[in-house]
């Protein structure tokens, strides 16, 4: 990951804006209460969790990623935007289920995933690490690149062979294994197509009236 990284943290974020899709209805989606704590596995250059901490000035914000280059950029544009003091980062790798012991938090009222698993060989247990370090009552969101079945197949092609550069693989298999992580931790679960299907988004909460649904926004 250092080495894709080493050129990249540098435009990572103005590229990325412009098809990392659906990563501000994540950060819209959070919702933590006062004094909550969020999880990002895989954290990149910071972005989302700079949004989520402007947004929600009474939460802490946590960060794990397993390229030290991304960190140093995460770290230099997290102390750019004062926010030190409520965001901490580290180095992890997200599929270690201790890994998030490194900050002293019991458990974390929001996990998420921002086009992360894609990322992950092993992503299932990625999936797992957060699931371990739920509190009571929190959620999981998941935001990712889809299989874009509603999109030409001319588009489709290209896009996986782009992404396959970047080791980039968007996967077919994430609903379902949504859904077997959901009943193993007795959590229910949304699953949504968005951009006809170009990202998909998730949420795993105790509560399914509070999961999202477009109907209700």
Excluded at 55 to 74: C, K
Aim: glycine content about 10%; aromatic content about 10%; overall charge neutral.
């Amino acid at each position: 990951m250092d080495a894709v990284y080493r050129n990249q943290r540098h435009f990572y974020d103005l590229t990325r804006k412009y098809y990392l899709l659906g990563r501000d209805l994540l950060i819209e989606r959070l919702e933590p209460e006062d004094g909550a704590s969020v999880l990002e596995l895989g954290c990149g250059t910071g972005r989302n969790l700079i949004a989520a901490a402007r947004r929600h000035p009474n939460v802490r914000f946590y960060g794990i990623d397993i390229s030290s280059e991304m960190l140093e950029t995460a770290t230099a544009n997290v102390a750019r935007a004062g926010l030190a003091d409520r965001i901490k980062l580290a180095k992890g790798d997200a599929s270690d289920t201790s890994a998030p012991s490194v900050f002293g938090e019991g458990a974390f009222d929001r996990v998420f995933y921002s086009y992360t698993l894609s990322m992950i060989p092993v992503w299932r247990e990625a999936l797992q690490t957060g699931a371990g370090v739920l509190a009571e009552g929190g959620r999981i969101l998941v935001v990712d690149f889809g299989q874009q079945e509603r999109l030409p197949g001319w588009f489709r092609a290209l896009l996986h062979a782009w992404l396959a550069k970047f080791h980039v693989t968007p996967r077919a298999g994430l609903d379902a294994e949504l859904t077997d992580l959901a009943a193993a931790e007795g959590l229910q679960k949304r699953f949504l197509a968005l951009y006809r299907g170009y990202a998909v988004y998730a949420e795993l909460g105790a509560d399914g009236a509070s999961l999202y649904s477009p109907a209700t926004k």
